[in-house]
């Protein structure tokens, strides 16, 4: 079992405000990591730590045995990571398919543009957008932004995939789609952290769990352990408004 | 995607420049082509500000300082060390390639207003210099030595030879602009120009990327400017480094439509057209650089676009062919 990502007494502040808290965990290779926890809990900045957007105060990243804890976002995507945006980000007036093939050409396998085209024409059938590729990506709806998310990510080929709320807006059928989608993007050997707030699909696809509140890791273990664990259904699952609220979003 | 379509957009451009050169050569006639040399001057500079404006996102309010920069050191070389033209716009295209590599290193990571800001303070500061500068003839300039024509036959022929090279330099930069366009490497300043940090976050080395385009976009204007300069007999700051042509050049990318090939040819041949009857008219020959900025504002306010990407919009058959 490799490791493929170490992350190790992570902190990151903004300001007075303490947003990770000496965060440790281990990622073996081809694993699914869900990340759990309440809004502003500090799941969004750990993904931005770890692909380099804010480097953290303290602590280390080590990706494929390299220390990588200062390294630029674009660094890390050459080195075979890559990400979706909770708050999609998508290049407004290039067609969908460009938007796809920069994530190709750019990665970690660095392709030329007519591969990039074919990879990025396959790569949309995947998730479904096939059809749209020759629109602009401002023509998109919030569904189809978070697939375009999705298809640059995997065109890029990463060995590790970071996926923020990509279930976040989307109707039941959508749910099922994606689940899906991920779950054959994990035959392919990619390795995922995934951050949920749709328990069932979370606990359904991930073979860890780890849970974060106000910055701290409250608990780590398997999707079992953690529907179990005291702490976490205090501080999470137990708070009934918050239960109610994320049923809701379901 | 096959070859020959990714290159369709490359056929109106030239046909337009095609039409621009041969339009005096038909007509034989000296002020249609002393016209024909400000149109084509226009398109060659309008172009390569596109690949920092249009292409990467980057706003240059004072992009003429390379043609001025070029202008100045390709001059000096040919006036004072009998260098030919063609060595001349050889050194002044390398020497604004370095400056804008050397600026871009400092400046490229401002963005936004602040980043126009300091293109303006650049062009301001390089105006200073040549005022001060002794080898450049400080205030008054560098005035060509008549006999530098001699060896291309004569003032007559001189000049007429600058047409045909300011023909090779718009077609150049016709051709850079749209292998820039097609390329993997435009497809990153694209990425750069929608939005910086998601194309970082895909891989997109902005800052090594930045740089290139603002190298790419200053060569062809310093090579203009030895040319221009040769052509015109003499330099002097102000004629190098002046402010409005920076903005007239952004009128002209703006107005034809940022971002595509055929935008900014368009935009410089109506620019000088209308440039052209204000300068000529009673009424407005005190006020066109007024008129230009109203111009520039109503586009901004209206088709922000520009004409192409505003037809580019409305007819999405169109994309093909208007690149
Ligand atoms: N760029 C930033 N500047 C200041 N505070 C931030 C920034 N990004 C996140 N935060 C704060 O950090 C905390 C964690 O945010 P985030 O990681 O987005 O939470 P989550 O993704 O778990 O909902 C929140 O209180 C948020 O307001
Ligand atoms: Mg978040």
């Not at chain 1, 480097?55 to 075979?80: C, D, L, N, S, W």
């Not at chain 2, 034809?256 to 109506?270: D, E, S």
Request: charge should be neutral; glycine fraction near 10%; hydrophobic fraction near 50%.
């Amino acid at each position: 079992m490799t490791v493929l990502l170490s992350v190790q007494g992570v902190t990151k502040r903004f300001g007075g405000l303490q947003a990770l808290t000496k965060v440790t965990f281990d990622l073996p290779e081809g694993q699914i990591l869900g990340l759990i926890g309440p809004n502003g809990a500090g799941k969004t900045t750990l993904f931005n730590a770890i692909n380099g957007v804010y480097p953290p105060e303290e602590g280390h990243i080590i990706f494929r045995g390299q220390e990588v804890t200062r390294a630029k976002t674009y660094t890390m995507a050459r080195m075979g990571l890559a990400r979706t945006h909770q708050i999609v980000q998508p290049l407004n007036e290039l067609t969908v398919l460009e938007n796809v093939m920069v994530g190709a050409c750019f990665g970690q396998e660095n392709h030329s543009l007519s591969n990039a085209y074919g990879i990025a024409e396959e790569v949309l059938e995947f998730v479904g957008l096939g059809i749209r590729s020759e629109q602009l990506a401002a023509s998109l709806n919030v569904a189809q932004k978070k697939r375009l998310e999705m298809a640059r990510a995997l065109a890029s080929r990463p060995k590790l995939l970071l996926l923020d709320e990509v279930l976040a807006g989307l109707n039941s059928s959508e749910i099922g789609n994606m689940v899906e989608t991920v779950k054959k993007i994990r035959e392919r050997g990619i390795t995922i952290i995934m951050i949920e707030h749709v328990m069932k699909a979370v606990m359904n696809v991930s073979d860890r769990i780890l849970v974060l509140d106000y910055g701290q890791q409250i608990a780590e273990g398997t999707p079992e352990e953690i529907s179990q664990n005291e702490k976490v259904i205090e501080a999470y699952l137990g708070d009934p408004k918050l239960a109610e609220k994320l049923l809701k979003e379901e | 995607m096959k070859s020959w379509q990714k290159h369709l957009g490359l056929v109106l451009p030239l046909l337009v420049v095609a039409g621009v050169v041969l339009w005096p050569i038909i007509t034989d006639n000296v002020s249609a082509r002393e016209s024909a040399f400000t149109i084509l001057k226009a398109i060659a500079l309008a172009s390569s500000l596109n690949i920092l404006l249009g292409y990467t996102g980057y706003v240059s309010f004072g992009h003429i300082v390379f043609y001025g920069f070029g202008g100045y050191v390709g001059l000096y070389f040919v006036n004072d060390h009998g260098w030919s033209i063609w060595a001349g716009m050889l050194a002044g295209g390398i020497a604004s390639g370095i400056l804008a590599f050397l600026l871009g290193k400092a400046i490229l990571r401002l963005r936004g207003a602040y980043f126009a800001l300091a293109t303006i303070g650049i062009n301001e500061a390089m105006k200073a210099f040549a005022n001060n500068f002794d080898l450049f003839g400080g205030p008054i300039g560098m005035v060509l030595n008549f006999s530098v024509y001699k060896a291309y036959g004569g003032a007559a022929e001189a000049l007429k030879m600058t047409f045909y090279i300011m023909a090779g330099l718009t077609f150049a930069a016709l051709l850079i602009s749209h292998f820039v366009r097609s390329s993997k490497f435009g497809l990153g300043l694209l990425a750069i120009r929608e939005n910086e940090d998601a194309a970082e976050v895909m891989g997109v080395i902005a800052p090594n990327a930045k740089t290139w385009a603002y190298v790419l976009s200053a060569i062809i204007p310093g090579m203009v400017g030895v040319l221009f300069f040769f052509k015109n007999g003499h330099v002097e700051p102000p004629v190098a480094f002046p402010l409005h042509s920076s903005i007239e050049l952004l009128v002209m990318v703006m107005l034809g439509g940022q971002g595509t090939v055929l935008g900014p040819i368009l935009g410089a041949f109506a620019y000088q057209g209308m440039r052209g009857y204000l300068v000529t008219s009673d009424f407005f020959k005190d006020i066109q650089l007024s008129v230009s900025g109203v111009v520039l504002l109503l586009i901004v306010l209206f088709i922000p676009a520009g004409a192409i990407g505003w037809l580019r919009h409305r007819i999405p058959v169109l994309r093909r062919v208007l690149a």
